[in-house]
């Protein structure tokens, strides 16, 4: 605001438009940040067919005898080394990005369905409604979400692949970690929407009192087109900022999962499984480095770039709110 | 302010039964209670939980065992580790846990505040960008990369000889985990502190208190940090739960013998009674430190009737 003026005082111009589109290309940690994670994403489902693939030198699983605990080199699969069982550690992290990008959208998904869902009906019912369901939000906040999610892991995964045996899904996928993706998707969405449910309700608790509002009440609208056409469409702001910040602390979660040896099974990458067995391999005598730095890396800049996404869609959509609120 | 706390103080039991009664379901519905018998328990080990229940069935037990825990502070036998008590597991691990988890805590609050305070007094400077520094490593790695890295360190030339490694022996051992678990906390009270006290210090209030000769130092510490703190208080509360699943994998990446390892195999191994009386406690001492949070509340804005007003 204060930078506009000054433009504006300074070299005589008109002071440039605060048109959405403007302040989108403007924001710097907007397009940083979204570029980043669109490279990132699109190079990890790019390279699918061939880390999927079981002929291929790329697949995530082929393991080479003599290329055991090889530092990076020239050739391609060995641009990030190559791990304790000798499998191209790029082939590795290639995967593992994707199936954490998608462990990561996945639960944010449903904790955007679900946290919507709770502080809509939260805030526009209101009465004993509002205050039950809030005093369960604030329980919940409060409880370690990693003993949800490893209860939820254990009540349903077993469930869920004889359900996935009884469908024959099984094309790249066993049955097994099938269920297992499936099962990290639901419990990490079913522990994330908390916050969202907050920023929802008092995001409706404010609308509820607006003229605008009135005056639909006042016209006789029903309700639920009020609440469709003028409540909901305001909310889409504040729902699109913390489902892009749920993103990155979902495949955070996932990763702590993995370490404790609860997350995606192996040999399937992610991330995290790929950086907590770097740490496997740290030893003060010798030190391989590659297979610590590289999905720690890779790690840190997709969870750093989905941050300034959601801090620079903050600032765009919902300029109001302060930036640091969690 | 005692209506507040006396309210707290009924729901406490309240809450605490319906986690009872979830993790319950949760965990004996996944198939393999310890009554049908398709996991291998030890016959004696099912043999005394059938006679100290008065059990035959998972149902039974449900209704029996909160009885147990209530009048003679029994959470039952280990399933899995034949000559122990939950009660003796719990015993032996929880105070280190608990040590360590306030450690980190103290570590997070006392720095974040500092460091976020002194970014915002200074904005721009070097202390703004440290605290740019930390929320980012805070908010992108993962804590037991830090904690392995600080493990490195301390097994380097460096720190020869100052810690144990890999063991936990001395209260000295404690300061590296407690480092590596503070710092995801850290980096939001940095954050919130850093943002609230930028707003604070453009208050009226500020100027007036500047116009009147009050020094900057008083300004800022004593004027500011007041006010300026509420957001960083409410964010305590979700940080402790925050700090204890940390601890689950610092613990194990130092080999810490806390409660953090008994969860995680007890889930592993099916251990029902362990993984209730760890959950059970784990909640407990979380909800206990979001009532002295809230209690705390009061005490720094005597504005804020907890409950009362909207």
Not at chain 2, 104 to 111: D, E, P, Q
Not at chain 2, 241 to 267: D, W
Request: hydrophobic share 55%; aromatic share 10%; net charge positive.
């Amino acid at each position: 605001m204060t930078q506009a003026a000054a433009i504006a005082i300074t070299d005589d111009i008109i002071a440039p438009s605060d048109t959405f589109w403007h302040r989108l290309f403007s924001s710097g940690r907007l397009l940083i940040g979204g570029g980043v994670v669109l490279v990132v994403l699109v190079v990890c489902l790019f390279t699918l067919p061939l880390t999927l693939n079981t002929q291929s030198t790329f697949y995530y699983d082929q393991q080479i005898g003599e290329h055991v605990r090889q530092p990076p080199s020239a050739t391609v699969t060995g641009w990030f080394g190559y791990d304790t069982l000798g499998r191209s550690l790029l082939a590795r992290c290639l995967l593992g990005g994707t199936i954490s990008l998608m462990i990561g959208l996945a639960s944010a998904t449903i904790a955007v369905v679900v946290g919507t869902t709770v502080g809509l009906i939260s805030g526009y019912i209101g009465g004993w409604v509002d205050s039950l369901m809030m005093r369960i939000v604030d329980i919940l906040y409060g409880l370690p979400y990693i003993l949800l999610v490893i209860l939820l892991k254990i009540a349903i995964e077993p469930q869920l692949g004889a359900l996935f045996d009884a469908m024959k899904t099984d094309r790249w996928f066993s049955s097994a970690q099938a269920a297992n993706l499936v099962v990290m998707f639901l419990s990490i969405g079913l522990v994330s929407w908390l916050t969202l449910a907050r920023v929802v309700r008092g995001q409706v608790l404010t609308l509820r009192e607006q003229p605008f509002i009135e005056a639909a009440r006042a016209l006789g609208l029903p309700r639920y087109r009020i609440f469709m056409r003028h409540v909901l469409p305001n909310l889409i702001g504040p729902i699109t900022v913390y489902a892009t910040l749920t993103v990155p602390s979902a495949i955070l979660q996932e990763s702590f999962l993995s370490f404790l040896g609860v997350g995606i099974r192996l040999p399937m990458p992610t991330w995290g499984s790929l950086a907590s067995e770097g740490i496997a391999a740290l030893s003060p005598v010798k030190f391989y480095w590659w297979m610590l730095t590289f999905p720690c890396l890779l790690l840190m800049l997709t969870l750093l770039s989905l941050n300034f996404l959601g801090d620079g869609l903050r600032d765009l959509l919902d300029p109001k709110r302060d930036a640091a609120k969690i | 302010m005692m209506r507040l706390i006396g309210w707290r103080l009924v729901q406490l039991p309240i809450v605490l039964a319906v986690i009872y009664v979830v993790t319950f379901l949760l965990v004996w519905v996944a198939p393999g209670d310890p009554f049908s018998g398709d996991r291998a328990i030890d016959p004696s080990v099912l043999q005394r939980l059938k006679e100290r229940y008065n059990a035959d069935s998972p149902a039974q037990f449900l209704a029996t065992y909160p009885w147990r825990l209530i009048v003679h502070q029994d959470f039952g036998d280990s399933l899995q580790y034949k000559e122990w008590s939950v009660n003796d597991i719990i015993r032996s691990s929880l105070p280190v846990s608990v040590i360590l988890g306030l450690f980190a805590m103290l570590i997070a609050t006392i720095l974040g505040v500092g460091i976020g305070t002194l970014a915002a007094v200074a904005k721009g400077g070097w202390v703004d960008w440290a605290s740019v520094a930390i929320s980012l490593i805070g908010i992108s790695l993962p804590s037991f990369v830090v904690a392995a890295i600080l493990l490195l360190l301390s097994a380097s030339d460096l720190f020869r000889g100052i810690f144990a490694i890999g063991r936990f022996e001395k209260p000295i051992d404690l300061i590296l985990p407690g480092v590596a678990l503070s710092l995801a906390p850290m980096a939001y009270i940095v954050r919130l502190t850093r943002v609230s006290m930028l707003d604070v210090l453009s208050s009226d209030f500020v100027r007036t208190a500047l116009a009147k000769g009050v020094s900057r130092h008083r300004i800022v510490w004593k004027h500011c940090l007041r006010n300026a703190i509420l957001p960083v208080l409410s964010y305590l509360g979700p940080a402790a739960a925050m700090t204890l699943t940390g601890s689950f994998v610092v613990e194990k990446v130092f080999n810490i013998p806390g409660l953090g390892q008994h969860f995680v195999n007890s889930v592993l191994n099916r251990d029902q009674t362990l993984i209730i009386g760890v959950v059970i406690v784990y909640s407990a001492f979380v909800l206990l430190f979001n009532l002295a949070v809230d209690l705390l509340y009061g005490i720094v804005d005597p504005r804020i009737q907890v409950g009362g007003a909207k």
